[in-house]
């Protein structure tokens, strides 16, 4: 056994019994190469690797064609016994039941994408995939690239710079409201819907720096000073930390929308300028494109993103 695993490592093409099968059930070099869709010195060569590994004869010439000897016969006897399960393998599509699956999905959420998309989500899992698991991590477009090639996550939702070709992506559009809006107090402000650059600059700001900071987006997209008091690291803090001050906070669109449902002296007012804005997408690992339960989880994220 020692001997035949060690010649298996350093020599054995598998892909040569495949070629040896086909040339088996045809009885003729010339028509195992027409089936395989490779030349007939190829084939023959393949057969010529497969005796020299066997150290035995496996076809005797007859007639115009060639037939097994007897230890050809008994090595495709063992070849149709590994062979046939092997095919059929390949051939059945991975079976799926998002009902009965106990799968554990890692989902990477951008900042303030987990109260917009986590309550939709999770209600689809009840009703769809009852026994599946989550664990939500934050991901940034600075992190969601290492997040996914080392396997951190599964699939996330984010914003992100260029990609290598090993993620895939899908543009996600969760509502008509995009870009961003300064969100303020009104028991402590009377805005006008637009707000002058003087008006935006001289007020004090709580910033969302992601590294630790007090610059925010208006001071890395646009390289403009806000009077910064406060800053924190998610849109998450901003809620509290406006409600009852004088802050204005600069936050996505969406989520500003989101706030105001539930504290209803909230209100926005546009910005004298435009910050860069990236799409958000959903992104997974080309080596889990045809995974069947990254597949489902993904079909879930695009319903409950849907406008």
């Known amino acids: 056994m020692h001997n035949i695993d060690r010649n298996y490592v350093k020599d054995l093409d598998l892909n040569l019994l495949r070629v040896f099968a086909i040339v088996a059930e045809e009885g003729s070099i010339t028509r195992a190469a027409d089936r395989l869709y490779i030349t007939q010195p190829s084939v023959s060569?393949?057969?010529?690797r497969l005796?020299?590994?066997?150290g035995t004869e496996l076809f005797a010439r007859q007639g115009r064609g060639i037939v097994l000897t007897?230890?050809?016969?008994?090595?495709l006897r063992a070849v149709r016994a590994y062979l046939t399960p092997l095919v059929s393998a390949t051939m059945v599509a991975p079976s799926f039941d998002p009902k009965a699956s106990t799968a554990l999905i890692r989902l990477g959420l951008a900042d303030a994408?987990?109260?917009?998309?986590?309550?939709?989500?999770?209600?689809?899992?009840?009703?769809?995939?009852p026994q599946m698991r989550l664990i939500v991590l934050p991901v940034q477009f600075r992190?969601?690239?290492?997040?996914?090639?080392?396997?951190?996550?599964?699939?996330?939702?984010?914003?992100?710079?260029?990609?290598?070709?090993?993620?895939?992506?899908?543009?996600l559009r969760l509502g008509s409201?995009?870009?961003?809006?300064?969100?303020?107090?009104?028991?402590?402000?009377?805005?006008?819907?637009?707000?002058?650059?003087?008006?935006?600059?001289?007020?004090?700001h709580v910033a969302v720096s992601y590294a630790g900071d007090m610059r925010g987006i208006i001071e890395d997209s646009l390289g403009k000073s806000r009077n910064v008091r406060l800053s924190v690291p998610a849109f998450s803090y901003v809620a509290e930390v406006v409600d009852g001050s004088p802050l204005l906070a600069t936050v996505p669109a969406l989520y500003a929308e989101h706030l105001m449902k539930t504290r209803r002296h909230f209100k926005?007012?546009?910005?004298?300028?435009?910050?860069?804005?990236?799409?958000?997408?959903?992104?997974?690992?080309?080596?889990t494109d045809d995974d069947p339960v990254n597949r489902f989880v993904r079909g879930l994220l695009s319903l409950v993103t849907r406008p």
Do not use: N
């Open 268 to 287: 926005t007012a546009r910005l004298p300028f435009a910050p860069e804005s990236a799409s958000l997408d959903l992104l997974w690992s080309r080596v």
């Open 45 to 48: 060569a393949a057969m010529s």
């Open 51 to 54: 005796r020299a590994f066997l």
């Open 113 to 129: 994408m987990e109260s917009l998309i986590l309550p939709k989500l999770l209600a689809r899992f009840r009703s769809d995939a």
């Open 177 to 204: 409201h995009q870009g961003f809006v300064c969100l303020y107090d009104s028991r402590h402000h009377k805005l006008p819907r637009k707000l002058t650059e003087r008006q935006y600059l001289a007020s004090e």
């Open 70 to 75: 007897s230890r050809g016969t008994e090595l």
């Open 143 to 171: 992190t969601v690239e290492s997040a996914l090639l080392t396997e951190k996550v599964d699939l996330a939702v984010s914003v992100a710079d260029e990609l290598p070709r090993s993620i895939l992506r899908q543009p």
